[in-house]
């Protein structure tokens, strides 16, 4: 969470002392500025996103393991495709994040470019 533990408000009660919370405060704020930067160079927002994807289809297919059959089903039905694998739609669900600087080889690992 940005701006979390970055005021004396939030801090002055678990640490009373004045000189300590002004160290904490000012690193808390160092690490907002940090991860404000990689959320805008790494696009965050959408790799969460997509890993919350790939996260809610594990969960239903351990649930219910014909969920990936009725995923493909679905998929298929609307693109007139009944052959492809419900692998491939799964990837292609989770797959809505195009990241300028990755690429992903064909062993499917990812490798990243510095931009």
Known sequence: MIGAGATHGELCIRF?????RNPI???????????KTNM???RLEGWF???CKAGKIAYEQ????DYVQALATDNNSASGD?????????N?????????????????DVEMQDQ
């Not at 351990?62 to 393991?65: F, L």
């Open 16 to 20: 009373a002392p004045e000189d300590i």
């Open 25 to 35: 405060i000012a690193d808390n704020l160092a690490d907002d500025t940090i991860l």
């Open 40 to 42: 805008e160079k790494y």
């Open 49 to 51: 996103q997509a890993a």
């Open 62 to 65: 351990e649930k219910n393991p």
């Open 82 to 90: 009944a052959s492809e694998p419900a692998s491939a739609v799964i």
């Open 92 to 108: 292609a669900t989770v797959q809505g994040v195009e990241e300028p600087g990755v690429t992903v080889n064909q062993k499917g």
